[in-house]
Nanobody, 125 residues
Framework: VQLQASGGGLVQPGGSLRLSCAASGRAIRGYGFGWFRQAQGKEREFVAGITWSGSTAVGTDSVKGRFSPSRGNAKSTVYLQMNRLEPEDTAVYYC???????????????????WGQGTQVTVSS
């Protein structure tokens, strides 16, 4: 499975971005997806995720109410809608996927076998 993340960029504080992650290479039926981010000098952290059945989870308290995962009708593309962005959201954002991801494993990086290349999000005025 190949994952292609896109949609990052430079945005002012308070703005919005929608990241996309397109999966290709094999049938992804049953796959769950996660979004993780890593800021410079910090550890990677779970941001949000969605299971095959559509259950969603959002990671840290700092993004709850602002970030929302979803997936397209074909289920091979997932999205991360990010609203009211803050400078602290600046990071490289990665999408990840694996078969059989259940709700309780969405936030566990080791649950995922497939990772995208990352897309930079910079929040700055």
């Amino acid at each position: 499975v190949q994952l292609q993340a896109s949609g990052g960029g430079l945005v002012q504080p308070g703005g919005s971005l929608r990241l996309s992650c397109a999966a290709s290479g094999r049938a992804i039926r049953g796959y769950g997806f996660g979004w993780f981010r890593q800021a410079q000098g910090k550890e990677r952290e779970f941001v949000a995720g969605i299971t095959w059945s559509g259950s969603t989870a959002v990671g840290t308290d700092s993004v709850k109410g602002r970030f929302s995962p979803s997936r397209g009708n074909a289920k091979s593309t997932v999205y991360l809608q990010m609203n009211r962005l803050e400078p602290e959201d600046t990071a490289v954002y990665y999408c990840a996927a694996n078969a059989g991801i259940i709700y309780s494993s969405l936030g566990v990086a080791s649950s995922y076998d497939y990772w995208g290349q990352g897309t930079q999000v910079t929040v700055s005025s």
